[in-house]
């Protein structure tokens, strides 16, 4: 409209080819001078290139009215944009997907609190496939269970602001930012901080974003597998040394079983340091420890292997105690603890001199007491190199029949070492561990007590060592054990005594440097019980069968080629296999966790049937309903945000001082066209220094 009156009047005037337009009534009302008429369609818009500047009648200024800035254009826009008239929430397609998915979503935790309810179900059962695939979702949940309790947070959030937003007395607006702006936990803690509007409200939502990472938790955590344990009794035998006959107990045995002594003694005595401080021998017998010095009797103390491995503590024998009757459970999964009693020989040294001669030897010990033609070979020019690893035996007796003190006289380099030592038969009691399975590789010495059996020390040698005959001719056997003899090199033995770790390395005479007492003792204890261990199972300690039955557990053995005796004992045969087990405390995190997210989803979905107005909040297409710098044609009210915005998605829009050309600015959301970016694109920009309305 030309409105030509008003025009007249005013002294209105446009350049030629342009016309003075008053589009009144129009969405924007137009003033001024265009080439097109901009009031087309109640649009009231002129393209950039079309604006013309318009003069008036200076005399008439004051009558011509206040007048606010437009900078947008939106010719493109079609006034039938929004689609002509229409319903609130028409029941279309997409109208009924959201109410799918709604349903979905609210559905959807119930699967989590079934996954609880199944946990508690399978808490103790035996490992199977069905439990698998639950171990296998219980993986992924924590994946899955932060993004629906996103989702459905966010969705009730939105649904209440919605709701509240209808009602008759509306919501504060700070009230609605911090319930619309929930939709996560970061824009909850944003508005929590910055907005303060209400504090008991901000911290319930926060509260509630809380609850998704225990919940996620609470997935992975409640479900795991376990190990449960069947224990049953039963009988296993082993080997006892007092029961046992040894070979050195005649001559004609001695004979027919020395190769067979000899091949074990040597073999572990030439076995690499790892073997001899494992805890079982080559054959995967247990060993059993030493009684540690300062220990007393009768106190139970648990087994360091740490020491053990490294070479801090001994072992009574390279040679382990032979068990049988693994077998009473067919458990492949079974370890048996049991007790066994073990006598040994310990020796206690003390040095008395580490240079003794043939000419000084008077000083140190009396002719009754040392058999000079075994310790030294004499020479007229008095030097005494020693013949070979040489022992001269004093047994002086004190009454008891488990101890004896000795003089042992040691043949080292130029010089012989006299110990003086105690050796007494110590009786230890020593639980054992072998399993599961494979028993040669898992039994093993864990506790053990010093007991006071005089019958079974006793039993270990009975009376023969008192007697010196005896004793020399066992000591003869031994000393032959690890090689043959001689006058000018180290025997394995000896060098075994003296601490090498190899003693079959070299062939040289050892230097022994400063003796360690303690260290010679342990040693000379280990030596000495692992050939008398070899004496008493010859010719069936390479047998082993941890499972079979003993044939002879009645009478012991009478010769040494016979099938050993084998004592018995009272194990604990304890069956491990894999249970599915239950956190009953993160069970309980997510069932509560799930019920209020559960709640939530109910909730968010009723108040879905009670919101009759458009979708307008969280929406930028929102922002320009009613905004005259946007320029839309009327209409398009009842449109919700997603429809509003496909039916607005060619149009561009900007953040931007409307009226960049006055000396006070305006900042809104405005239309952009092409035209006005080819004109001035920086004539909008914001500035530091300028004020704004």
Same mark, same amino acid.
């Given at each position: 409209?030309?409105?030509?009156?008003?025009?007249?009047?005013?002294?209105?005037?446009?350049?030629?080819?342009?016309t003075?337009?008053?589009?009144?009534?129009?969405?924007?009302?137009?003033?001024g001078?265009?080439?097109?008429?901009?009031?087309?369609?109640?649009?009231?818009?002129?393209?950039?290139?079309?604006?013309?500047?318009?003069?008036?009648?200076?005399?008439?200024?004051?009558?011509?009215?206040?007048?606010?800035?437009?900078?947008?254009?939106?010719?493109?826009?079609?006034?039938?944009?929004?689609?002509?008239?229409?319903?609130?929430?028409?029941?279309?397609?997409?109208?009924?997907?959201?109410?799918?998915?709604?349903?979905?979503?609210?559905?959807?935790?119930?699967?989590?609190?079934?996954?609880?309810?199944?946990?508690?179900?399978?808490?103790?059962?035996?490992?199977?496939?069905q439990?698998?695939?639950?171990?296998?979702?219980?993986?992924l949940?924590?994946?899955?269970?932060?993004?629906?309790?996103?989702?459905?947070?966010?969705?009730?959030?939105?649904?209440?602001?919605?709701?509240?937003?209808?009602?008759?007395?509306?919501?504060?607006?700070?009230?609605?930012?911090?319930?619309?702006?929930?939709? %996560?936990?970061?824009?909850?803690?944003?508005?929590?901080?910055?907005?303060?509007?209400?504090?008991?409200?901000g911290?319930?939502?926060?509260?509630?974003?809380?609850?998704?990472?225990?919940?996620?938790?609470?997935?992975?955590?409640?479900?795991?597998?376990?190990?449960?344990?069947?224990?049953?009794?039963g009988?296993?035998?082993?080997?006892?040394?007092?029961?046992?006959?040894?070979?050195?107990?005649?001559?004609?045995?001695?004979?027919?079983?020395?190769?067979?002594?000899?091949?074990l003694?040597?073999?572990?005595l030439?076995?690499?340091?790892?073997?001899?401080? %494992?805890?079982?021998?080559?054959?995967?017998?247990?060993?059993?420890?030493?009684?540690?010095?300062?220990?007393? %009797?009768?106190?139970?103390?648990?087994?360091?292997?740490?020491?053990?491995?490294?070479?801090?503590?001994?072992?009574?024998?390279?040679?382990?105690?032979?068990?049988?009757?693994?077998?009473?459970?067919?458990?492949?999964?079974?370890?048996?603890?049991?007790?066994?009693?073990?006598?040994?020989?310990?020796?206690?040294?003390?040095?008395?001199?580490?240079?003794?001669?043939?000419?000084?030897?008077?000083?140190?010990?009396?002719?009754?007491?040392?058999?000079?033609?075994?310790?030294?070979?004499?020479?007229?020019?008095?030097?005494v190199?020693?013949?070979?690893?040489?022992?001269?035996?004093?047994?002086?007796?004190?009454?008891?029949?488990?101890?004896?003190?000795?003089?042992?006289?040691?043949?080292?380099?130029?010089?012989?070492?006299?110990?003086?030592?105690?050796?007494?038969?110590?009786?230890?009691?020593?639980?054992?561990?072998?399993?599961?399975?494979?028993?040669s590789?898992?039994?093993?010495?864990?506790?053990?007590?010093?007991?006071?059996?005089?019958?079974?020390?006793?039993?270990l040698?009975?009376d023969?060592?008192?007697?010196?005959v005896?004793?020399?001719?066992?000591?003869?056997?031994?000393?032959?054990?690890?090689?043959?003899?001689?006058?000018?090199?180290?025997?394995?033995?000896?060098?075994?005594?003296?601490g090498?770790?190899?003693?079959?390395?070299?062939?040289?005479?050892?230097?022994?440097?400063?003796?360690n007492?303690?260290?010679?003792?342990?040693?000379?204890?280990?030596?000495?019980?692992?050939?008398?261990?070899?004496?008493?199972?010859?010719?069936?300690?390479?047998?082993?069968?941890?499972?079979?039955?003993?044939?002879?557990?009645?009478?012991?053995?009478?010769?040494?080629?016979?099938?050993?005796?084998?004592?018995?004992?009272?194990?604990?045969?304890?069956?491990?296999?894999?249970?599915?087990?239950?956190?009953?405390?993160?069970?309980?995190?997510?069932?509560?966790?799930?019920?209020?997210?559960?709640?939530?989803?109910?909730?968010?979905l009723?108040?879905?049937?009670?919101?009759?107005?458009?979708?307008?909040?969280?929406f930028v297409?929102?922002?320009?309903?009613?905004?005259?710098?946007?320029?839309?044609?009327?209409?398009?009210?009842?449109?919700?945000?997603?429809?509003?915005?496909?039916?607005?998605?060619?149009?561009?829009?900007?953040?931007?001082?409307v009226?960049p050309?006055?000396?006070?600015?305006?900042?809104?959301?405005?239309?952009?066209?092409?035209?006005?970016?080819?004109?001035?694109?920086?004539?909008?920009?914001?500035?530091?220094?300028?004020?704004?309305?």
């Amino acid at each position: 409209m030309t409105n030509i009156s008003t025009i007249k009047r005013l002294g209105l005037h446009c350049p030629f080819g342009s016309t003075f337009y008053i589009c009144e009534g129009a969405w924007t009302e137009f003033v001024g001078c265009c080439k097109t008429d901009p009031c087309a369609g109640d649009v009231g818009r002129c393209p950039t290139k079309d604006l013309r500047s318009a003069s008036y009648n200076p005399d008439m200024y004051s009558e011509i009215p206040q007048m606010d800035c437009s900078e947008s254009t939106l010719s493109t826009v079609p006034a039938t944009w929004h689609g002509g008239l229409r319903e609130l929430h028409p029941r279309d397609a997409s109208w009924y997907m959201e109410c799918v998915w709604d349903v979905i979503l609210t559905l959807l935790p119930l699967f989590f609190i079934a996954l609880a309810v199944m946990t508690l179900r399978l808490d103790g059962r035996l490992h199977f496939i069905q439990g698998e695939r639950l171990d296998e979702m219980t993986r992924l949940s924590p994946t899955i269970y932060p993004v629906l309790f996103a989702s459905i947070t966010s969705r009730f959030y939105k649904n209440l602001s919605r709701w509240l937003l209808e009602q008759p007395n509306g919501i504060g607006l700070g009230a609605l930012e911090q319930i619309f702006g929930s939709h %996560s936990f970061a824009g909850a803690f944003e508005r929590f901080i910055f907005v303060r509007s209400h504090i008991v409200i901000g911290a319930a939502i926060l509260c509630t974003w809380l609850l998704s990472p225990l919940g996620g938790q609470g997935t992975v955590r409640m479900f795991g597998v376990g190990k449960a344990q069947i224990t049953e009794t039963g009988i296993v035998y082993y080997l006892h040394p007092s029961y046992q006959t040894s070979s050195q107990f005649g001559m004609s045995e001695a004979a027919r079983s020395e190769i067979n002594v000899n091949t074990l003694y040597a073999s572990n005595l030439m076995s690499p340091v790892s073997q001899k401080r %494992s805890p079982r021998d080559i054959w995967g017998l247990p060993k059993i420890p030493q009684w540690p010095k300062g220990i007393h %009797s009768g106190k139970a103390y648990d087994i360091d292997a740490g020491m053990l491995d490294r070479g801090d503590a001994f072992y009574v024998s390279l040679l382990g105690i032979e068990i049988k009757g693994l077998n009473f459970n067919n458990q492949r999964s079974i370890s048996y603890d049991f007790t066994i009693e073990t006598p040994y020989i310990n020796f206690n040294c003390g040095l008395v001199t580490d240079n003794m001669t043939y000419d000084n030897y008077h000083n140190f010990i009396s002719d009754s007491e040392l058999n000079l033609t075994r310790a030294f070979d004499y020479s007229p020019s008095g030097a005494v190199p020693p013949s070979s690893t040489t022992f001269a035996v004093n047994i002086t007796g004190t009454g008891q029949r488990d101890a004896w003190e000795d003089i042992v006289i040691y043949g080292l380099t130029e010089h012989s070492v006299l110990f003086n030592c105690t050796m007494e038969t110590l009786v230890v009691e020593t639980d054992v561990r072998c399993g599961p399975v494979p028993f040669s590789t898992s039994c093993s010495a864990r506790r053990q007590r010093r007991v006071y059996n005089q019958r079974a020390a006793r039993g270990l040698f009975g009376d023969a060592l008192r007697h010196a005959v005896f004793w020399q001719s066992t000591l003869d056997h031994w000393l032959r054990a690890s090689s043959s003899s001689s006058k000018t090199i180290s025997s394995p033995t000896d060098s075994y005594l003296a601490g090498y770790p190899q003693p079959y390395a070299g062939d040289f005479k050892r230097d022994w440097g400063p003796i360690n007492t303690t260290s010679f003792s342990s040693h000379l204890t280990t030596a000495f019980n692992t050939f008398w261990h070899a004496t008493l199972v010859s010719f069936s300690h390479t047998n082993v069968s941890f499972e079979s039955i003993p044939p002879n557990t009645i009478m012991p053995k009478l010769n040494s080629g016979d099938e050993p005796f084998m004592n018995s004992t009272e194990a604990r045969a304890t069956t491990s296999y894999k249970v599915y087990r239950a956190n009953r405390f993160w069970v309980a995190i997510l069932l509560l966790t799930t019920c209020v997210l559960e709640m939530m989803a109910v909730i968010g979905l009723s108040l879905r049937f009670f919101i009759h107005g458009p979708d307008v909040l969280g929406f930028v297409s929102s922002m320009t309903r009613e905004n005259k710098y946007v320029g839309l044609p009327p209409g398009g009210s009842g449109l919700g945000g997603p429809d509003r915005s496909k039916s607005l998605r060619e149009v561009r829009v900007q953040l931007a001082d409307v009226c960049p050309k006055d000396e006070i600015g305006y900042v809104a959301l405005k239309a952009v066209s092409a035209d006005e970016r080819e004109v001035d694109p920086g004539n909008q920009l914001f500035g530091r220094e300028r004020l704004y309305k």
